[in-house]
């Protein structure tokens, strides 16, 4: 209770003070509208000004009733005290200025300023009273609502920290579920290594379980072929020089066995960038990892042998040749069979396979020992590869040992098949050369080695190499220079040795090469025959030749020499030798007789079928035969009776051992008067070539020859010179 | 470390909150030291704001009342804070008891002490919830439960549209709101605006040290929010501008007028 609660005074009741005007209280009214201003804004209420009015209006006749009341009852004044807090009026001020217009303004709006003498003082008596009461009822009510709201909102606090713990239970334990339940190892570890906590998946992974795990340090999942590379990663990791690390790494399960994993490790910081946690997920890739390295076996060896392939062999070319260590060298063997397709082609494809398999393990076994690369290349194609090598003589012990180790023959389906192979032998310092420089070098000298006559190797030679080259080159460029007309023709005169007539020139065909100048046969003939070039080049010379022989002929009628023109093996074989013979001397109309063709020894000792035929043919004609460098080759003399041969011409080499009577060679001198002497036998002449002295010419005109050839009697000289002779 | 969106907040009695400063202004125990500290620096530079804010506070009593005359029966209040005195459950159920009001707020304890208030109102709850997720909002089951979209709703953006400071973020989460709502739905807004006094300014720095950014938007800006609606009379005005009740004291301090008020209604 209120310490202003207390008795109204004796004698009074309700009614005791006279309103000054009768029916309703129009001072209720008017205070209320004073009172409503006054406090307006004092306070938030949720009321428009009229509503405010006519809560106040209610307020303030309570306070009227209990101060004209008989009873006085000063509660009244607590209780609007409260009724103002609980209508949200909780500023003091509002209060504050309630005390003040009631005290002032309530007694003049009622009309009771007038009452005096005891009445008075019992009214302004009351009046505080009420007024004490209100501020009592206000503040206690204010005090209430200050600490239910203070409760209310505290509440609200604890109920909302609940919400969110649990938020944040769920929400771990959303987490929780997500790390155990992953489909994907994960791990976390601190900076040091040691794990703190593993999920059932990783566990799984490496064969652990989940307890195993935790406290073990990282280090001990790692697999004893691990780099040292990738350690240093994962410190840096720990470390902090590094916030992500992606890659493949091989871990250790507990049965020993390496699980692949493709593994992606965080670092994760506290606030302050302090390396706290490494996190890392493992994604277990072991079956991609074999497929990749089944398909990567398959992609670099045979399938026939299983031998490494050619993929393979020039990755390891590749890596040997890519050291920049000048000390370091490399041998290549460069490894076919011969006549492997004769095999292949008698005992069918499945036995060259199976013959194959056969040499590629005898191969094997003879590389092993010293560590070296056995490819198959394709085919019949081997390559070894010795990287490093010692020196050229330890990569020629290769080849040695793998043609030795083919020397046994091979037992294939009841065959004994004896197997030979060439090889090619390159060696060289590792610096300064290239895959394909080493390759085209084995391939050259494979070939090398198979021309020299197989089973054999050869090594690599760069001056045998630059010679064929040089001689490549010029043979691919003969048909050009044939079409453009380098090649000329030099004649030498091949005289009588009794009056020194000349009697006929020998055509000498020349090229007149862009780059290296005039060059004579020896430099291309060959060439020449190998390539079957010599058919049209010696078709031209032949025609060139009779062309200038006609000329000699319309000049000096009777006089003039014959020609005497080469004529290769390979020409003699040309089938159509004769025709473009008879087409060339009807084109320049020059008589047969005046023609001759020199062939040597063994093209015409060998010749039998069409080529001896085209050779009597030829004969015939009136065409004269001569045999040219007579007595180097292997003459058989019978049959040398029945060929369609006009003369022989003796080698210069007999020629040279002729000196003046007293310092001749006796038994050259004797081969050539028996030469001689077996020529007239067999009615042929004779004419003797490379006469350079003359000494040589007495002996020979001496011995019965019929002619001589040589520097000494004439040099070759141009169409021109010829007619200076006649 | 920055905390992740999906990890729960933690409630920090340590920041003041807007929610709780502005039961202070409103004199109510709702609050804080930490609250009231910050109440009381805003008042010392701007001693006019408590009455600016019960005018607001008017400004949304009438607002109210006048979407209840003009029929809605679902509210949207979202920034509603601490549920103190003369509420919109409290003004709208006043004449229809049915009417559904969802109180929405980002302050947890805002909301929380929301749901205590609204025990045993059926037909009003509170939601936490960001203003600039109406998705989140529109398809929370609590809003759900009580408003059907389908029927025009009365969406309250009252003192809250200041304190995101991204303007075309607020435009585009208005249109979110205005798509999702039924043709005759209302937008009611009031924002706070400096233009015809700084005193705002210095408010908008001391809640921006506090941690809140503010923007005081001009009133081409403000209007700019209610694309979309069409303004209802008087329009966009001041406070105490808008639909004052005849009999109401019209005080014509300007030093109040800092802030802007409308109602929109989608056709």
């Not at chain 1, 500023?91 to 300023?113: C, H, I, K």
């Not at chain 1, 697999?223 to 470390?239: R, T, Y």
């Amino acid at each position: 209770m209120t310490g202003l609660d207390h008795r109204t005074p004796a004698g009074s009741g309700r009614g005791w003070v006279a309103l000054p005007s009768g029916g309703g209280r129009p001072g209720v009214d008017t205070f209320a509208r004073v009172w409503a201003t006054t406090i307006a804004g004092t306070s938030y209420v949720p009321l428009s000004s009229t509503e405010l009015e006519s809560f106040l209006r209610d307020l303030a006749g309570r306070i009227i009733d209990a101060l004209l009341d008989d009873t006085f009852d000063p509660q009244v004044g607590y209780e609007v005290g409260r009724t103002l807090v609980n209508a949200h009026f909780t500023s003091p001020e509002t209060l504050g200025r309630t005390v003040a217009v009631l005290g002032n303004r309530l007694l003049p709006q009622l009309g009771l300023s007038y009452v005096e003498g005891p009445d008075a003082a019992e009214l302004a008596s009351r009046l505080a009273m009420l007024q004490g009461s209100l501020a009592s009822g206000f503040a206690e009510a204010l005090r209430d609502r200050t600490l239910d709201e203070q409760e209310a909102i505290r509440q609200a606090v604890l109920l909302a920290r609940e919400e969110a713990q649990y938020a944040l239970r769920a929400s771990e334990a959303r987490f929780r579920a997500v790390f155990a339940g992953a489909a994907i190892g994960i791990g976390i570890a601190d900076p040091d290594g040691r794990i703190l906590e593993v999920n059932q998946a990783l566990a799984s992974m490496l064969g652990y379980t989940v307890n195993e795990m935790r406290g073990l340090n990282i280090n001990s999942l790692r697999h004893p072929d691990e780099p040292i590379e990738m350690q240093q990663i994962f410190q840096e990791l720990a470390a902090g020089g590094r916030d992500h690390i992606f890659l493949e790494k091989r871990l250790m399960r507990t049965d020993g066995q390496a699980v692949w994993t493709h593994l992606t490790a965080s670092l994760i910081r506290d606030e302050d960038g302090t390396p706290r946690y490494q996190v890392a997920m493992f994604e277990d890739v072991t079956e991609r990892h074999q497929l990749q390295e089944r398909l990567r076996h398959q992609a670099t060896h045979d399938p026939l042998t299983q031998l490494p392939n050619r993929t393979l062999f020039f990755e390891r070319l590749n890596e040997a040749l890519r050291s920049d260590d000048p000390t370091l060298r490399v041998g290549v063997c460069y490894l076919d069979l011969d006549g492997f397709k004769v095999v292949n082609d008698s005992l069918g494809h499945d036995v060259g396979d199976q013959l194959l398999v056969a040499i590629a393990n005898r191969l094997v076994q003879c590389v092993s020992v010293g560590g070296h690369l056995l490819a198959r290349m394709g085919g019949d194609e081997f390559v070894i590869l010795v990287a490093p090598s010692r020196d050229t003589a330890s990569a020629i012990e290769v080849a040695d040992a793998a043609l030795r180790s083919l020397e046994e023959p091979v037992r294939i389906a009841g065959h004994e098949l004896t197997v030979s192979a060439s090889i090619g032998v390159v060696e060289r310092p590792v610096a300064g050369t290239s895959v394909a420089e080493v390759m085209k070098a084995a391939d050259i000298t494979l070939y090398w080695a198979k021309s020299d006559g197989r089973n054999r190797w050869a090594l690599y030679d760069p001056e045998r190499n630059a010679r064929e080259v040089a001689r490549y080159t010029l043979s691919a460029t003969m048909p050009r220079a044939l079409e453009r007309g380098e090649f000329f023709l030099e004649y030498q005169p091949l005289v009588r040795l009794t009056d020194r007539t000349v009697i006929g020139v020998e055509a000498l065909v020349r090229w007149r090469h862009p780059q290296h100048g005039v060059l004579r046969p020896d430099r291309f003939i060959g060439l020449a025959e190998e390539t079957g070039l010599i058919v049209p080049l010696g078709r031209w010379v032949l025609a060139e030749a009779c062309r200038e022989a006609k000329r000699w002929q319309q000049k000096y009628p009777g006089q003039a020499p014959f020609v005497s023109v080469n004529l290769a093996v390979r020409q003699l074989h040309d089938r159509g030798l004769v025709g473009d013979v008879s087409a060339i001397l009807s084109e320049t109309g020059l008589d047969p007789s005046c023609l001759q063709l020199e062939l040597t020894e063994s093209a015409v000792m060998g010749s039998a079928g069409p080529p001896l035929d085209a050779l009597h043919e030829l004969a015939r004609m009136g065409i004269r035969i001569a045999i040219d460098d007579f007595g180097t080759g292997y003459s058989n003399l019978s049959y040398l009776r029945r060929l369609p041969v006009h003369t022989l011409k003796l080698d210069g080499s007999f020629v040279e051992g002729l000196r003046p009577e007293d310092a001749s060679d006796p038994v050259d001198e004797k081969i050539v008067s028996t030469l001689v002497s077996l020529a007239h036998t067999l009615n042929l002449t004779v004419t003797a070539e490379g006469i350079e002295t003359s000494a040589q010419e007495e002996r020979l005109r001496d011995l019965g020859c019929d002619c001589g050839q040589g520097w000494y009697l004439a040099r070759p000289g141009p169409p021109e010179a010829v007619l200076a002779f006649s | 470390m920055e905390r992740p969106s999906w990890a729960p907040e933690d409630i920090d009695l340590e920041r003041p909150s807007v929610a709780r400063v502005y039961d202070f202004y409103l004199g109510g125990s709702h609050n804080f030291a930490v609250d009231r500290e910050l109440g009381r620096r805003v008042i010392e530079t701007f001693p006019l704001l408590p009455k600016t804010l019960q005018e607001n506070r008017a400004f949304l009593r009438r607002a109210v009342r006048f979407c209840v005359e003009a029929g809605i029966r679902q509210f949207l209040d979202i920034g509603s804070g601490i549920p103190t005195v003369g509420n919109v459950h409290e003004v709208a159920q006043q004449v229809d008891p049915t009417i559904k009001v969802v109180y929405v707020d980002i302050d947890p304890v805002a909301v929380a002490h929301s749901r205590a208030i609204l025990k045993g109102n059926e037909y009003a709850t509170a939601i936490r919830a960001d203003f600039r997720q109406p998705e989140v909002i529109l398809s929370h089951p609590e809003l759900q439960r009580l408003i059907d979209l389908r029927q025009p709703v009365a969406l309250l953006l009252v003192a809250l549209l200041h304190f995101f400071p991204d303007t075309e973020e607020v435009q585009r989460t208005i249109a979110r709101f205005r798509d999702a709502l039924a043709s005759g739905s209302y937008l009611v807004i009031s924002h706070a605006s400096a233009d015809t006094q700084p005193t705002p300014l210095k408010v908008a720095e001391l809640y921006a040290r506090s941690g809140t950014p503010m923007a005081m938007r001009t009133k081409a800006e403000i209007a700019r929010f209610f694309e979309g609606f069409e303004l209802v009379e008087p329009g966009l005005v001041l406070g105490l501008d808008w639909r004052l009740e005849p009999e109401e004291a019209v005080d014509d301090n300007p030093e109040r007028h800092s802030g802007y008020c409308g109602v929109g209604k989608k056709p």
